[in-house]
C-alpha cells in the first residue's frame, strides 16, 4: 500500500514540476514573441520562438507521459530541457559576439539614464564605460549558467523519474 502512495506521490511531484515548466515557458515565450515583434528584434524573435516550441514540446511530452504511462516521453522531455539550454546559449553567445560598445554607450547617453548616471561621481561614471563591454559579457555568461544549472537540473529530474517508471 505505501509503494503505491509514493508513487501517486512521486507521480504529483513530476506533474507539478513539469507543468510549472512547460506552461511557464509556452507563457513566457508567448510574451516574449509579443514583445520582440512590437520592438521588431529578430535575434527576440527566434529566441522567444525557441522558447515557446520548447515550452510546447514540453507541454506535449508531459500530456503523453502523465495520461499513457510512457516513460520515453519524460527521456524527451529531458532532452528538450537540455535543447532549451542551448538555445539560450546560443542567443547568448550571438549578443556577446555582436555588441557593440557605442551603441551601448549611446543607450547610457540618453537623457534619463544620463539623469541616473548624474548622481554618482565622474569616476565612477568612467569606469561604468570603459567596463560596459566586460559587464555584458558577464550578464550573458551568467545567463549561460543559470540556463545551464536550471535546464540541466531539471534534465537530471526527468531522467530520475523515467528510470524509476521504467523499473516500476
Known amino acids: ?14 506533474s507539478l514540476v513539469s507543468g510549472a515548466s512547460g506552461f511557464s515557458l509556452v507563457g513566457f515565450g508567448f510574451i516574449s514573441l509579443i ?7 529578430l535575434s527576440g524573435l527566434f529566441v522567444s520562438l525557441a522558447v515557446f516550441i520548447h515550452g ?29 539550454a ?16 557605442d551603441l551601448l554607450r549611446d543607450l547610457l547617453n540618453r537623457p534619463l539614464v544620463q ?28 545567463v549561460i549558467l543559470v540556463a545551464w544549472l536550471g535546464c540541466g537540473s531539471t534534465a537530471f529530474y526527468y531522467l530520475h523519474h523515467a528510470k524509476l517508471k521504467r523499473t516500476s
Open 86 to 101: 542551448a538555445s539560450i546559449s546560443l542567443y547568448s553567445l550571438w549578443h556577446m559576439l555582436t555588441a557593440d560598445p
Open 35 to 41: 514583445i520582440s515583434l512590437w520592438f521588431w528584434s
Open 115 to 142: 539623469s541616473a548616471l548624474n548622481l554618482y561621481p565622474v569616476e565612477f561614471r568612467i569606469h561604468l564605460f570603459n567596463a560596459l563591454p566586460r559587464i555584458i559579457t558577464i550578464f550573458y555568461l551568467l
Open 56 to 84: 510546447f514540446l514540453e507541454v506535449r511530452f508531459r500530456k503523453q507521459a502523465l495520461n499513457q504511462g510512457r516513460w520515453i516521453q519524460v527521456r524527451k522531455m529531458a532532452w528538450n530541457q537540455l535543447a532549451l
Open 1 to 14: 500500500m505505501s509503494g503505491q502512495k509514493e508513487e501517486e506521490k512521486g507521480k504529483g511531484y513530476f
